[in-house]
């Protein structure tokens, strides 16, 4: 065990490390860790813009290590559960609608100070960025983005709304924020298929979440398989590494950068 995170660098030989600070310190103690050589994980959002991703991502394809970052939902069971509902009912998500949103923090909260890399875009928009990649395999054509609420001492944005339109005339809305109840929600709808889940953002390990199947002749509920996301996420990343293919978790984490990097412009907080 070390109590300082350089003392950790300089001492432990792990060929990983896993960035989870306040999202400020992320590209900090990223950048020193890849640059002794280190696979790099970061927790969500990895980098506070497209330019730091743009820098990290060069310099691990440099040292020749994988940089992922830790959006780990996609990784639960249930969303391949998900997609082989559509696929055995020969269709595919063309409208998803999310809600993630929960209550008010402590004041003191890093997510309320911009110089920690604060605000609900920071905290929330990797899922809204994410979403369009992972149930509908595609970047969006177009993307709108509205704060609905600012609080804190800084006055960051505590609330926001999403369209982000896509090919084929699919598109994700979305509302994300820490001002309301808490919602966790998404709703995937396909011409003969729609799913309605809760917790899918983050689902507990031991939760089997119960989804809400539509097709043309009626309703029913089915139950998902549990799992736990964030070990599963590292199983992932650590076979990547050992067969040294982690191309596909390095574009994950730049086209979510992308997105969010046009989310943000839209709502005028880049």
Same mark, same amino acid.
């Given at each position: 065990m070390f109590a300082d995170y350089q003392v950790a660098l300089e001492k432990s030989d792990a060929a990983l490390v896993y960035v989870s600070l306040v999202n400020g310190e992320h590209l900090r103690w990223a950048q020193? *860790? @890849?640059?002794? !050589?280190r696979h790099v994980v970061v927790d969500k959002p990895a980098f506070l813009g497209l330019e730091q991703a743009d820098r990290m991502l060069?310099?691990? *394809?440099? &040292? !020749?290590?994988? @940089?992922a970052e830790a959006t780990v939902f996609a990784y639960h069971p249930q969303v391949e559960f998900i997609r &082989?509902?559509?696929r055995v009912a020969d269709s595919a998500p063309c409208r998803v609608t999310a809600t993630f949103s929960f209550p008010s923090m402590d004041p003191d909260n890093f997510r309320y100070r911009r110089a920690l890399g604060g605000g609900a875009?920071?905290?929330l928009g990797p899922y809204a960025a994410a979403v369009g990649r992972v149930f @509908?395999?595609?970047?969006p054509a177009s993307v709108a983005c509205r704060v609905l609420a600012r609080g804190g001492p800084d006055g960051v944005e505590t609330a926001f709304a999403v369209l982000e339109e896509f090919s084929n005339g699919r598109s994700v809305v979305g509302t994300f924020g820490f001002d309301t109840v808490y919602r966790n929600r998404l709703d995937l709808v396909g011409?003969? @298929?729609g799913v309605e889940v809760d917790r899918i953002f983050t689902t507990p390990p031991e939760a089997s979440n119960e989804l809400r199947i539509t097709r043309r002749d !009626?309703?029913?509920?089915?139950? *998902? =398989? =549990?799992g736990d996301a964030f070990a599963l996420f590292f199983d992932h990343v650590l076979r990547r590494i050992d067969a040294g293919e982690w191309g596909q978790l390095s574009s994950d984490l730049h086209r979510d950068a992308r997105t969010l990097h046009r989310l943000r412009q839209a709502a005028g907080v880049e």
């Open positions: 020193r *860790a @890849l640059g002794q !050589g060069e310099l691990a *394809a440099k &040292q !020749g290590v994988c @940089l &082989q509902q559509f875009l920071w905290d @509908l395999d595609d970047e011409g003969e @298929l !009626g309703a029913a509920t089915v139950t *998902a =398989p =549990p």
